[in-house]
């Protein structure tokens, strides 16, 4: 999959005015230019997804949404972009906070922390979170394990926690490891954990692990991170993942009618 993108100067100009007020809860006097020497870096975790994945043909090291989006947002900056991997969430920010990289990306789920250090994006997609039980252990709502004990990963965020289902019904136990978590949930000692997507998807390979996306859970919403005085940065970012949410929703509707077209017609009743 391949993103198109058609940026002007005045879209830019209007993208920094229009969308100034939509990235958190620093004000800057005084704006930097992150991409001054030509190059955007871009601090990225490759998770073996559609949103980033490790490649060893061609000539970038990662493909993928993300990496599409920060392309398509270096040529409207008239920038080469530089990738830069991180292995987890605490290296790709240290990074970022030691000016390594221009712009950190991953799957970063929006939290309100964020956006008092940080300039944050607009989002560019939405995933639900999953309940990882032992196999053949159907339940996928918290009301299933009431007055049980339930782990939950130390990255879901606080707003997607304050929005799940029966979360007062279990007893919660915070988790910065997720092996540590699966090692209690093996041994019987919580019967689940709340995890995203990309954290179910690593334990599955696991025979004796399922996952399922937890019914009428909220859904966290994947943004990017920029230094404070990035405002031109990240208006031009927004104006990029517009373009690209545009364009899905457009492709969406298209498909839709495409496949309504090639439905059969409903006989009448015969009169």
């Known amino acids: 999959m391949k993103l198109r993108f058609r940026f002007g100067a005045a879209a830019i100009l209007t993208a920094s005015l229009a969308l100034g007020g939509c990235f958190g809860g620093q004000e800057e006097d005084q704006t930097e230019n992150a991409a001054a020497d030509g190059v955007l870096t871009v601090g990225i975790i490759p998770g073996n997804d559609i949103f980033c994945f490790a490649q060893e043909a061609g000539d970038a090291p990662v493909s993928g949404i993300e990496p599409q989006l920060m392309d398509a947002l270096g040529k409207s900056l008239g920038v080469q972009v530089k990738f830069q991997t991180s292995s987890s969430l605490d290296e790709l920010l240290s990074s970022l906070d030691a000016g390594q990289v221009d712009v950190a990306m991953g799957r970063i789920a929006q939290s309100d922390a964020y956006s008092d250090q940080y300039l944050v994006s607009r989002n560019y997609a939405k995933k639900g979170i999953y309940l990882l039980t032992r196999k053949y252990d159907y339940t996928d709502t918290l009301g299933g394990y009431a007055e049980t004990s339930v782990g939950i990963s130390s990255s879901i965020p606080s707003n997607v926690r304050a929005e799940i289902p029966d979360l007062d ?103």
């Open 169 to 271: 019904q279990v007893t919660i136990q915070e988790y910065i490891s997720l092996e540590d978590a699966v090692q209690d949930l093996m041994e019987e000692n919580i019967s689940a954990v709340i995890v995203n997507e990309r954290e179910a998807m690593s334990e599955i390979s696991s025979s004796e692990l399922q996952a399922q996306e937890m019914l009428n859970g909220p859904k966290e919403s994947y943004v990017a991170l920029m230094g404070a005085g990035q405002q031109e940065l990240a208006a031009s970012l927004n104006q990029v993942i517009r373009e690209y949410l545009d364009n899905q929703a457009a492709g969406e509707e298209a498909r839709e009618e495409a496949q309504e077209e090639t439905l059969p017609e409903q006989p009448g009743e015969e009169e």
